[in-house]
Every structure is written in C-alpha cells, then in structure tokens.
C-alpha cells in the first residue's frame, strides 16, 4: 500500500497528448498540460486522398515528455513528489511494426521518414482490400475469429493494417518480425520491458481489434494467418496469447524515464488501453449505461455483467470482451467512423473562398487578412449553429447519411461513402448544417437500436468529449433522436481521468477501479432531454435515412 496520493492519467489523442495529475483521494485535478504533435501537426506522413494516416513515435514520445514535465512544473514540487502511479490510453487501433527487439522500425535507422514504418493510425482506411479478405477466410474457417467482434473486421483494425503494410513494403516486410499498439508500447517503453514476447498486451486492445479470445487460445491460429496472406508467417509466435486488463501493473518507471520525466523510479506504470474504454471509466459508466465519447468520431461503451450477455453474440458491433473497460464486466464497443470530423469537414467546403481567394486579396494589409480570416473560421460553426437551431425540422427536405469516413456500427465497412439528398436552390448553408448534425444523430440511434435487437438494454446515455461539453445544439438533437436523455460528464478531461483511475489501482490506492470512480468521479454537469415534439417529428425522418443509406450501400 503506497502512501503517495497522486497519479498521472495519459490520454493520447488524434491531434495531441494530454497529461493529468489527479489527487486520487478526492479525484481534485492539481495541474495538467497538453502537448501536439509536432510531425502530425504540419501533415507529414499522410496522404488523406488514400485515407492514409501515419504518426511518428517520436511524436508520442516528445510530446508527452512535454506534456509530463509542463503538468510537473505547474503543480510543484511537493505534488511531483508525491506521484504514486501513470497510466496511458491511446486511439485505437494504432498499431507499428517492430523488429525483433520490440523497436518502432520508425527509430531505426533507414526507416525514419517512411510512413509504412510508423504507427498506422485508427482512422487509416488503406486497409481495405486486408479487411475484406479476413471476413471471407472467416466465414469459411472452422472457427469464426470475427465473432467476438461483431462477425465483421475492419480495415481500422490492426491485422488488416499490418498485412496492408507488409504487402506494400518490402523493406519493412524483411526486417519487421511483431507488432505492437501505441496503448501497450508506451507503458513498454516507460518500464523497459519491450521485446514483443515479454511485453504486457491489453485485454483492451487485444480483444476488441485483434481477434484474441481466451477460449480459443489467443489469437487466431497459425494455420489462418498463413491460408491468409504467407507474409504472416510467423507472427504469431512473436505475440502474445496471454492478456492482461488495465487494473494490473507492468513495473515501475526506469531510472532513465524517471530522469526524464522528472518522478521517481518507484512510480508503478500500468497496463494501457482505447482512449473510449477509459473515458467511459472516467465518465463513471455503470451496467446497462451506454457511455459516449463524442469527438472527431464516436466511441460508444457499455458493460454488461455475465448473466446479461450469457452465450449472445452482439452482431455487427466493435467487439465484447471480458474485462475490456472494468474487470468483471463484459465490455461493449460500438461507434460511428465520423462525428465532428463531418462537420469539421463541412467547415473546410465553405470556406474555400477565404483561404483561396480572400488569402490572396491586396485590398488589406497582410496582417490584418490574416486576422480576419482565422477569426472568420473560428465563428464559422458556432454561427451555423445558431442558424441551424431556428431552421424548422418539417421545412427541410435535406437528408444526410453520415458515412463520409466509412462505418464503424452498426456493421463496419470502410467502402460506404456519405450522401446529401433533397438539395434545392434554396438549401443554405445552414439547412445543409442542419441536416448534416441531424445525420451524426440518426447513426447513433442506428448503433442504439442494434443494441436494442440484440437485446441489450440501454438505461441511460453518458456524453463524453468536445462535442457534448460545446454543442448544446448538437447535444438537443441527440437527445430528440434518440427520445432519451443526456448526462454530461463534468470531467473535461475524461480518457485521461480514466487513465488516473487505473493508474490509482496499480499503485494500491484503491483495489479495484469501481472504488476510484466513486472517490475520483466528478459527476455530471448538465443533461439533455428530448422535445416530444421533435422526437414525434424525427420518428419520421428517420426511416427516409435508413432507406437512403440501404440505397446508397447497394447501389452506389
């Protein structure tokens, strides 16, 4: 039993790390700091018209040096002394090639500046063609390996990824031998224990994108890996069969990390996971609450108990394992492939015009168009916003389907696109607004109602992340579609206070991680509830989305 109080939660985002120290008697947020990513930021190793997305590990590893030491700083010495436990949450599924020393093949020389040896981020949809070819070997095999994770794989999930990279580079292909997830390589990297057969794999990540289930000892067999592509040959002897669930400690900090960071050596490092899976910890998830991360995408958890779930398989959903969020439970995962991102999206297509052609204006000076132009891009969704709120819902014929990143849940596939139907010269921006965040509605109540058939109850909705904390529009026409109401987290920072849960558990502040939640949990700070008048009014526009989504599956 540790006498420190303290405990540093990690959340590593799409755009950047964040570091939160915590008081873990009473859940107090003492400092925290957040930190880009340098590479990332000016759009290196990417190529959005192939759906590429790579990060450097240095970029992980120099922003939360910094992120680190900034919340150190902040909260003095005597609190930085007092750090008892770190844990990490990553996106997910992030995974890299190593060699066989367990080393990012990125930090290796020769390999510095070429994406395929960099971590394939969750929203790179290159794998495609890999994640095809994993269902249809599975619905032949003597045992299915998708059917623990909704009966369908997808080109965001690691084995998909890493065959595409091994195909596409020979290079990498003859010096790679394992893999590993950005959420177990950093608590690897911290405690120095990174050879890929020693280093502790997260229950998490493991079995929600990589096939792994205990019952059939671990991940797929050798046998279907090579019947699936022979550049797998021998992957799976350098992985992992055994897993392990986020309340266990790997080790302590290594002398060499505990300089850097500026803590000390004796600070217990525990077993990482999926960003989602600890906001929904850190959001205080219960049984039968469906637990929101609302950002760029949607990551939508749940836990169920034993006897709820009993022998079902939850079709067409990201994966049900046991432990994945809290030990005990059986974890749930859905979610939507594109969120904020579609409107961030939307944002871009209108305003072409300021940074192609108002950029280039000479009637003000440089400085001044400068100014006038980020201050136009920052107002330009709070004002559609506005506007879209007094757009009656009967008076437009605009419909979306929100699958311009692909779909996540219900039933993952990557080769959907989106649609924008029912446009007239009268559709403005606004109504176009409208109907856009009325589509990121309508696909959640697709992911609810699957839930629902599968015959799992939903008793409450949690809201986690920027869209639930800023949009109260966005949040009112989620509680109308769905007809149920919306707790927000008051957690700004959920994911990483998640991370401060489990890193109390490791440290033997509390014994299991349903007891942090109780001391560290900071409830709610508003709740949506649904307008019957527009619920009876979305119940039926809804059906149209459905049938111009089938339509736009089938035959576009």
Known sequence: MTTKTNVIGIDYGTDSVRAVIVNALNGDEMASSVKAYPRWATGKFCDPSKDQYRQHPLDYIEAMEYAVKEALDKAGTEVANNIAGISFDTTGSTPVLVNEKGIPLALTPGFEENPNAMFVLWKDHTAVREAAEINKLSRSWEIDYTQYEGGIYSSEWVWAKMLHVLRADEKVRNVACSWIEHCDWMPALLTGVIKPNEV??????????????????????????????????????????????????????????????????????????????????????????????????????????????????????????????????????????????????????????????????????????????????????????????????????????????????????????????????????????????EATAFGSKAIVDRFAREGVEIKEIIGLGGVAKKSPFVMQTLADVLNMPIKVARTEQTCAFGAAMFASVVAGIYTKVEDAQKSMGQGFEKEYFPNPENVSKYDLIYPKYLKIGTFTEKEL
């Open 200 to 437: 502790y794999r997260s229950r998490c990540a493991a079995g929600h994108k990589s096939m792994w289930f205990e019952g059939w000892n671990g991940l797929p067999s050798e046998k279907f890996l090579t019947a699936l592509d022979p550049h797998l040959s021998g992957y799976r002897a350098n992985l992992y069969s055994k897993t392990f669930t986020s309340d266990v400690k790997i080790g302590s900090l290594t002398a060499e990390w505990a300089k850097r960071l500026g803590l000390s050596a004796d600070v217990a490092v525990g077993v990482g996971g999926f960003d989602c899976h600890f906001g929904a910890v850190g959001g205080e998830v219960t049984p039968n609450v469906l637990a929101r991360a609302i950002g760029t995408s949607t990551c939508d958890i749940m836990i169920a108990s034993y006897d709820q779930i009993g022998n079902k398989l939850i079709a067409g959903i990201c994966g049900q394992v046991d432990g994945s969020v809290i030990p005990g439970y059986i974890g749930l995962e859905a979610g939507q492939s594109a969120f904020g991102d579609i409107y961030a999206w939307f944002k871009q297509v209108i305003a072409w015009p300021l940074e192609q052609v108002l950029s280039k204006s000479t009637i003000i000076d440089s400085e001044t168009r400068e100014k006038l132009i980020a201050e136009t891009l920052d107002q330009i969704i709070p004002e559609l916003s506005a506007a879209a709120m007094l757009v009656p819902i009967e008076e437009s014929t605009i419909i979306a389907v929100d699958w311009m990143n692909g779909r996540r849940t219900p039933d993952a596939t990557q080769e959907v696109t989106g649609s924008i139907t029912g446009l007239k010269l009268g559709s403005s921006s606004p109504r176009i607004f409208r109907a856009l965040v």
